[in-house]
Nanobody
Framework: QVQLVESGGGLVPAGGSLSLSCVGS????????MGWFRQAPGKAREFVTS????????RYADSVKGRFTISRDNTKNTLYLEMNSLKPEDTAVYYC???????????????WGQGTQVTVSS
């Protein structure tokens, strides 16, 4: 079992930056692949980015490539998402998630945080 808690969401103007964190507890954090997903009102949850245990393998959705950066610190059981050049279409609830396999599919992630709201004003 892995418990995940996100923080760092908020309101930011377009073009601004925001950093999210996700602290994990429970089973060994470093053994899991980690990812960020987001869900906007009325839309399906979508993949944002994922990272393997060492940080060697990373995937980004095309919509955030070059603007978002995922990282992790296994010594702190923490996953990060640095978001730059934010756009109004980035507005969503952002979730961190843990999976036993490297994936971009939400259904393969067994553990989820409660989500943190990111709102980008135009």
């Amino acid at each position: 079992q892995v418990q995940l808690v996100e923080s760092g969401g908020g309101l930011v103007p377009a073009g601004g930056s925001l950093s999210l964190s996700c602290v994990g507890s429970g089973r060994i954090f470093s053994s899991y692949f980690m990812g960020w997903f987001r869900q906007a009102p009325g839309k399906a949850r979508e993949f944002v980015t994922s990272i393997n245990w060492s940080g060697e393998f990373i995937r980004y959705a095309d919509s955030v490539k070059g603007r978002f950066t995922i990282s992790r610190d296994n010594t702190k059981n923490t996953l990060y998402l640095e978001m730059n050049s934010l756009k109004p279409e980035d507005t969503a609830v952002y979730y961190c998630a843990a999976s036993a396999q490297f994936s971009v599919i939400a259904g393969t992630f067994a553990y989820w945080g409660q989500g943190t709201q990111v709102t980008v004003s135009s």
